[in-house]
């Protein structure tokens, strides 16, 4: 069965070395291959400037034992994004950054390893307001009724029932309980999440975002600097 590895965000190079660290540390590193699995939950920036940045970080990515999967976060550059074509990998869309780099895209369902995962990117930047349009922000970081609609028909089509849900921020009530004060601008799609964890039977769920190690009522796990291998 294919080894599945969980990460929080990477930010491009900027956070990229808890996940290199970690593959150079790994006892039988050796036994890794392509067909196991690295998830990074969004703001991963592997098209960020669409230049020697991104193949930097594609490199990085590329050298890794495993085959790197993402979610997209907040800060991702969506125009760059957009241009990859949407393919069907594993019973969901998702786009081929590289042929071992694939964005796994919003509101998808996908069987991994033995394991149904349901993604969600996006989110909203608290600090939007000393970034520009279309450099170093977009509004698509925000999820549209499209992606909000698909993500439930997918849910459905598994009765509802998935082993792992991952997304870059959280539930409204997850993050009330991490986050003393809350940045007006997240909130449909927090509420979306929110409904989403009353409808849906699911084992865990993993998410970022926030830049800290936490858990909240033993299932739902923000990911910063630990690494997760998930259990077979
Ligand atoms: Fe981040």
Redesign the pocket.
């Known amino acids: 069965m294919a080894r599945i590895w969980l990460a929080g965000?990477t930010?491009g190079e900027v956070d990229l070395d808890k996940v290199t660290e970690y593959f150079d540390d790994l006892i039988l590193y050796d036994e890794v291959t392509k067909e196991d699995y690295l998830i990074i939950l969004?703001?991963v920036g592997v098209c960020w400037d669409g230049g020697a940045g991104d193949a930097f970080v594609q490199e990085c990515l590329h050298n890794l034992p495993c085959t790197v999967l993402f979610i997209d976060?907040n800060?991702e550059n969506f125009d760059l994004l957009e241009q990859y074509p949407e393919e069907e990998w594993h019973g969901g869309n998702v786009q081929y950054i590289q042929e071992d780099i694939i964005h796994l895209m919003r509101g998808q369902v996908y069987e991994i390893g033995g394991r149904r995962f349901f993604t969600f990117g996006g989110g909203n930047s608290i600090d939007r307001m000393m970034r520009t349009t279309g450099i170093s922000w977009w509004p698509e970081e925000m999820p549209s009724d499209i992606e909000y609609s698909e993500g439930l028909r997918n849910l459905e089509h598994v009765g509802n029932h998935v082993d792992y849900i991952l997304t870059h921020t959280c539930p409204e009530h997850v993050a009330e309980q991490l986050v003393p004060i809350m940045y007006p601008g997240e909130e449909p799609l927090q509420q979306y999440l929110e409904e989403i964890s009353k409808s849906v039977d699911f084992d865990t769920w993993y998410f970022?975002?926030w830049?800290m190690d936490e858990e909240v009522e033993g299932r739902y796990i923000c990911l910063w600097n630990e690494i997760v291998e998930l259990e077979e």
């Open positions: 965000d930010h969004g703001d976060g800060h970022g975002h830049h």
